[in-house]
């Protein structure tokens, strides 16, 4: 297939150094409207998990990407709850730089709407994680400072035939016209999981979902691909339950047959670091030990500057 040409050339939906925002994705002909109206149904129906993250690279340009919201988590050394969210790990760290000033916003157009700011206190990244590239657990969790009235998402497992749907902030762009202007609007795509990982090149704990035209067997009415800012995008199922972030893509131009590659967060590798990470979701009764923020989180700690 042709996106087996596009490995040699393969790169990140978001690079560290990008000096300009990104907003949208990769659609096709004539439903670049049709997408963004999808992302703002999707996000109303699925609680307001999708969110613009920003942040300031390490030559101190802002670089606008893509994160989501998992609902809120019980400190127990803070005696409190703070809303935690996720992302990958190459919008807070490449090659031992270190991104700074992390933020979400909760709109839906980064310009016109951009919604509630509110800065990351801390994040984590995956121990398996050292740079960005296909083989790597690309994939980052942080927490607010802040509790936020939103529930928190159940994570669902994915297999090769379901279908997904991303909702993230990549630059906008059709076969017909290639990659468009900056227009500052969220988009979502829908994406069915036609394998996991690619060979050598993309561990299996990538789920891939290929961007199809319209007569394949596989065409989706609003079907896209990931495009420059992409990263860190959600993955739901059609009961709206994460399943995967955006991490990569295959790109020469970016054009029907590329594909799309999600960290599949059910993967064992992925989910027992999670899990280690991420603190109860409610009080343990009568619990005597710190098993809290400071005690039980596993990875790369940072704390947010």
Same mark, same amino acid.
């Given at each position: 297939?042709?996106?087996?040409?596009?490995?040699?050339?393969?790169?990140?939906?978001?690079?560290?150094?990008?000096?300009?925002?990104?907003?949208?994705?990769?659609?096709?002909?004539?439903?670049?409207?049709?997408?963004?109206?999808?992302?703002?149904?999707?996000?109303?129906?699925?609680?307001?998990?999708?969110?613009?993250?920003?942040?300031?690279?390490?030559?101190?340009?802002?670089?606008? !990407?893509?994160?989501?919201?998992?609902?809120?988590?019980?400190?127990?050394?803070?005696?409190?709850?703070?809303?935690?969210?996720?992302?990958?790990?190459?919008?807070?760290?490449?090659?031992?730089?270190?991104?700074?000033? +992390?933020?979400?916003?909760?709109?839906?157009?980064?310009?016109?709407?951009?919604?509630?700011?509110?800065?990351?206190?801390?994040?984590?990244?995956? *121990?398996?994680?050292?740079?960005?590239?296909?083989?790597?657990?690309?994939?980052?969790?942080?927490?607010?400072?802040?509790?936020?009235?939103?529930?928190?998402?159940?994570?669902?497992?994915?297999?090769?035939?379901?279908?997904?749907?991303?909702?993230?902030?990549?630059?906008?762009?059709?076969?017909?016209?290639?990659?468009?202007?900056?227009?500052?609007?969220?988009?979502?795509?829908?994406?069915?999981?036609?394998?996991?990982?690619?060979?050598?090149?993309? !561990?299996?704990?990538?789920?891939?979902?290929?961007?199809?035209?319209?007569? +394949?067997?596989?065409?989706?009415?609003?079907?896209?691909?990931?495009?420059?800012?992409?990263?860190?995008?959600?993955?739901?199922?059609?009961?709206?339950?994460?399943?995967?972030?955006?991490?990569?893509?295959?790109?020469?131009?970016?054009?029907?047959?590329?594909?799309?590659?999600?960290?599949?967060?059910?993967?064992?590798?992925?989910?027992?670091?999670?899990?280690?990470?991420? *603190?109860?979701?409610?009080?343990?009764?009568?619990?005597?030990?710190?098993?809290?923020?400071?005690?039980?989180?596993?990875?790369?700690?940072?704390?947010?500057?």
């Amino acid at each position: 297939m042709n996106r087996f040409s596009y490995l040699l050339t393969m790169s990140l939906l978001t690079l560290l150094w990008m000096v300009s925002p990104a907003h949208a994705q990769f659609v096709h002909n004539g439903n670049l409207e049709a997408n963004r109206l999808h992302y703002e149904q999707f996000a109303v129906q699925n609680g307001g998990h999708s969110v613009h993250l920003a942040y300031e690279d390490p030559f101190g340009f802002t670089t606008r !990407a893509s994160g989501g919201l998992l609902g809120n988590f019980w400190s127990e050394s803070d005696q409190r709850f703070y809303t935690w969210g996720a992302s990958v790990a190459h919008n807070f760290s490449q090659g031992g730089l270190f991104a700074t000033n +992390h933020r979400v916003f909760t709109g839906t157009n980064f310009n016109s709407n951009p919604g509630e700011q509110y800065s990351v206190a801390e994040y984590f990244l995956h *121990p398996g994680y050292t740079n960005i590239g296909g083989t790597q657990p690309d994939i980052a969790l942080f927490r607010l400072d802040v509790t936020l009235p939103i529930s928190n998402i159940t994570v669902a497992p994915v297999n090769v035939g379901d279908r997904i749907t991303y909702a993230g902030f990549g630059r906008p762009g059709t076969p017909a016209t290639g990659l468009l202007p900056l227009d500052g609007f969220g988009r979502a795509f829908d994406v069915y999981v036609d394998d996991f990982g690619l060979g050598s090149s993309i !561990a299996d704990f990538y789920a891939e979902s290929v961007f199809y035209p319209a007569g +394949h067997s596989k065409f989706l009415p609003l079907g896209g691909l990931g495009t420059p800012g992409t990263s860190g995008a959600f993955g739901y199922n059609e009961l709206g339950q994460l399943t995967t972030i955006a991490a990569l893509a295959t790109t020469g131009t970016p054009s029907y047959f590329d594909a799309t590659y999600g960290v599949h967060i059910s993967d064992p590798l992925i989910w027992n670091w999670w899990n280690a990470t991420l *603190p109860p979701a409610v009080p343990a009764p009568g619990a005597i030990a710190l098993f809290g923020v400071g005690a039980m989180l596993a990875g790369l700690r940072r704390r947010a500057s």
